[in-house]
């Protein structure tokens, strides 16, 4: 929970803080995916992780970008 906490904190903050291009300020957003470990007690190594934070970050660019996608519990029982 924590870290989805800081997850949406990162999002929020990056989403409401331009940047300065000369006397221009941009805007932009950023999505966030996130896998836990271990999964029905069993450590994930490192290429799964990444490959399951992968397929939640491309749900969060599905869903419109700006946005925060993890695991489930539910959906951590399953690897795949």
Known sequence: ???????ETLRATFARTPC????????????????????LGVPLGAAMLIDRADQRLYEAKQSGRNAVRHDTLEGAATLG
């Open 1 to 7: 929970e924590e870290t989805l906490q800081l997850a």
């Open 20 to 39: 300065q291009d000369g006397s221009r300020l941009i805007y932009a957003t950023v999505s966030i995916g996130a896998a836990w470990s271990p999964v």
